[in-house]
């Protein structure tokens, strides 16, 4: 699922592209796609834009008379920037929005549908969307610390509820925890100062640090390599590969649709974490740390 930074670096490439530009209408593949018609897709049709943000991990196209186009890509979905009045081609290729200066395609990959564009008017409508998460970039300290405390959470679980805060997922997750060298199981109200200035900078520097990446990787071009495993993450996606810092090989837990990489020798001192299903499956046989699992 595309994250905070590669949301920005969408949002960077669409400013350039259609910011002051008119709509010049909308086209769908597949009705599922639009989720809500308030205005309908016909009335929009000869807008100008007038700015292009987002709303933690929806992508929002501000057009005059207060109309947002909500766009959110959920696991599967991407964009991608077309020559003017592309046709819409195979089925992963949902709807199309066309500007003065070129389409943008929303595809989705496999069967799933979940990709959504809404369309709203006004503040209140669009505030409906906002599930209240903090700008994890544009927050204190002292704030990062109060929301994530207000709960008692595990620290993978805390850094991805959008109520808490905005636009982190299971990607850069991992690679926050990484870089703090904490557990993704420990829970939030068993942190000391220590950790929690080190989980704020973390947060900060591993955004900050992909986010600069990926706006370097693109260039002046359209993000084309969205993905949840970006080469050069430490743990992220690493599965079995060495630890960049202490040569152990990364391990995994995986539950429903997620899962979370980390490295026990930097993170958990050694201990392995147990897999809920395979801990189960194994049970006494379940190794408790690297030296077990190694022998």
Not at 89 to 117: H, M, S, Y
């Amino acid at each position: 699922m595309p994250e905070l930074p590669d949301i920005k670096v969408y949002v960077d490439a669409l400013r350039e592209r259609i910011d002051g530009h008119t709509l010049e209408g909308m086209r769908i593949a597949n009705p599922f796609i639009v989720r809500s018609v308030l205005p309908r897709p016909t009335e929009i049709a000869g807008l100008p834009v007038v700015d292009v943000g987002h709303q933690a991990k929806r992508i929002v196209i501000g057009l005059e008379r207060d109309i947002r186009i909500l766009i959110h890509l959920m696991i599967a979905g991407r964009l991608h920037w077309k020559a003017p009045g592309t046709p819409l081609k195979g089925r992963n290729q949902l709807a199309a929005l066309d500007f003065d200066t070129g389409t943008l395609v929303l595809t989705e990959a496999g069967t799933k549908r979940r990709a959504a564009i809404h369309l709203v008017q006004g503040k209140e409508a669009t505030a409906q969307f906002d599930r209240g998460g903090l700008d994890p970039l544009a927050i204190s300290e002292a704030a990062f610390r109060a929301r994530l405390a207000s709960e008692n959470h595990t620290l993978k679980r805390a850094l991805t509820d959008q109520r808490l805060l905005a636009g982190i997922g299971n990607a850069y997750s991992d690679e926050i925890l990484f870089a703090a060298r904490l557990s993704p199981f420990k829970q939030t109200q068993s942190l000391n100062d220590g950790d929690w200035q080190r989980l704020y900078r973390a947060t900060h520097d591993t955004l900050l640090h992909w986010i600069d990446r990926l706006r370097r990787e693109s260039g002046a071009g359209f993000p084309g390599k969205v993905t949840a495993f970006h080469e050069g993450m430490a743990v992220h996606g690493r599965y079995g590969h060495p630890c960049a810092v202490c040569g152990s090989p990364v391990q995994r837990i995986v539950y429903a649709e997620n899962e979370s990489n980390y490295c026990a020798r930097c993170q958990t001192g050694g201990r392995l974490l147990a897999d809920r299903a395979l801990s189960r499956l194994l049970k006494a046989n379940w190794p408790k740390s690297l030296e077990d699992l190694e022998g």
